[in-house]
């Protein structure tokens, strides 16, 4: 089924030397971008991390450190790139849990501001999982009835799941709407407030702490009662987005 947009939605997929997103770097990024018109525009770019691949990464990706070594940096592609993705949702694979938090936080580093508050998401292993729970390939084989010869290549991942998105509004026409908001909506598990989830939104739209010795509790009321958690998120080994978040939250309900 044909995607009906309102605006451009891209589908993007990461290869990076590992999975820790506050520290670890995007060596491959490829989208397609889809227009409301129908115009796909693809585009697959190799990236020096400045950093080691990890071993375990490169046996995932088939990428080593020597094969990105003459690529440029995120911090010389992020301002074209951010203009590629101006005004449009974005949509992927495990794309809220993972690809989002990690482009957002390479953005961050390379100082090139994205606001990412205002766009919807659609996460189309999340509407896999919820109807049918399986994998990428699985999920290719299922719904569109092909194999995924070359999975872990970037490109092959983004257009199988462009692809498994469609044929799912097919398959589910009871279900799914053809429309970005309810699929943005759909595929998400939990609403966060950073993009990394350690902070989510409650039934009443209150920000909870979702991991930790205060996991289930207020932000708000953590911040007033023990004032040294500021501190330790700050100096910790968190993502800049979500530190930027608690900053914001802090600022919010204006505790010192």
């Known amino acids: 089924m044909k995607l009906k947009l309102s605006k451009p939605l891209v589908f993007f997929d990461l290869e990076t030397t590992g999975l820790d997103i506050a520290n670890d770097r995007i060596i491959e990024l490829c989208y397609v971008k889809v227009e409301p018109n ?15 691949i990890s071993e375990s990464a490169s046996r995932v990706n088939g990428i080593y450190d020597a094969d990105v ?29 993972f690809d989002i938090p990690m482009l957002a ?10 606001d990412f ?19 990428l390939i699985a999920a290719y084989k299922y719904y569109c009835g092909k194999n995924l010869d070359d999975a872990h290549s970037a490109l092959a991942d983004t257009q199988a799941t462009y692809e498994v998105l469609q044929a799912q509004l097919d398959m589910y026409p009871d279900t799914l709407k053809n429309d970005i908001d309810f699929l943005a909506d759909f595929s998400t598990m939990e609403r966060n407030v950073d993009l990394a989830g350690r902070f989510v939104y ?4 209150n920000e909870i702490i ?3 010795k205060y996991k289930g509790k207020a ?31 802090r600022l919010k309900y204006a505790v010192r």
């Open 38 to 52: 129908g115009n796909e525009e693809s585009k697959v770019m190799r990236l020096n991390p400045e950093i080691h």
């Open 69 to 97: 070594k003459d690529c440029p940096t995120f911090r010389e592609v992020a301002p074209a790139l951010a203009e590629t993705l101006r005004g449009c949702d974005l949509a992927g694979f495990n794309s809220n849990r």
């Open 105 to 114: 936080e390479e953005f961050l580093r390379a100082g090139v501001e994205v």
């Open 117 to 135: 508050t205002n766009r919807r998401f659609v996460d189309v292993q999340n509407i896999y999982h919820k109807m049918e729970r399986r994998t």
């Open 202 to 205: 409650d039934d009443h739209g």
């Open 210 to 212: 979702n991991f930790g």
């Open 219 to 249: 932000v708000r009321d953590v911040l007033r009662s023990d004032p040294g958690y500021y501190g330790w998120m700050i100096q910790g080994n968190f993502t800049l987005n979500t530190k930027q978040t608690l900053t914001r939250l």
